[in-house]
Structure formats: C-alpha cells, structure tokens
C-alpha cells in the first residue's frame, strides 16, 4: 500500500534552517507528482510546494518563495523540503502528498516548530 513517512521536523530558531525529507513507498515514485503542505494549529491546511515528476518543474507558496526549496531523487523514492531563513509562522505540522490517479495520499506529517 502507498506509504509516505516524513521526518526531519524539530525546534529551530527563527532565522534557522531545516530539511524536511519523505519516503515514499507502494506506488510509482518517480512518475508521481509530489507536493508538501502545513497546518498550523487553528488553520486549515495549506499548500507550501509541489514538484513534477521530472522534477524540473516546481512551484511555492508566496509565502515560502526565496526561502524553501523542494527537490525529489527518485532513485531514493524521496522528497525533500529545505526550509530557510524559518519564521515563527511556519510554525506547522509538514505534511507530504502523493498524486496517484487523481487521488491524493497524505503522510503522518512532522512537526515544525519556530521560536526563540
């Protein structure tokens, strides 16, 4: 079955960085269109950034352009987001998604939290 596990997420400092990474399994990664999204406690679920299957193709969040990079390497079926130059309101629970058939798959999701 389709499994996505992130890890990465942690305490940072505002100005700090973190990579956030999800492995994936039980499906085709590499022809997969990949995304990441947060919720902040109170909010609803938001779209961060996405990545084609080429991986050549990307796209951001205003709120998140110039400071996060997502990036997959598909031989390692895995997905990363590195997260720069962290502010306390990307303070979020990271969730990554998998678009498989028109369906979508979450992960567990990775806590991120971003205070002095």
């Known amino acids: 079955q389709v499994q996505l596990v992130e890890t990465g997420g942690g305490l940072v400092q505002p100005g700090g960085s973190l990579r956030l990474s999800c492995a994936a399994s039980?499906?085709?990664?590499?022809?997969?269109?990949m995304s990441w999204h947060r919720q902040a406690p109170g909010k609803e679920r938001e779209f961060v950034a996405s990545?084609?299957?080429?991986?050549?193709?990307?796209n951001y969040a205003d709120s998140v352009k110039g400071r996060f990079t997502i990036s997959r390497d598909n031989a390692k079926n895995t997905v990363y987001l590195q997260m720069n130059s962290l502010k306390p309101e990307d303070t979020a629970d990271y969730y990554c998604?998998?678009?498989?058939?028109?369906?979508?798959?979450w992960g567990q999701g990775t806590q991120v939290t971003v205070s002095s």
């Open positions: 039980g499906f085709t990664f590499s022809t997969s269109y």
């Open positions: 998604n998998a678009r498989i058939s028109a369906q979508a798959y």
């Open positions: 990545i084609l299957w080429s991986g050549d193709i990307t």
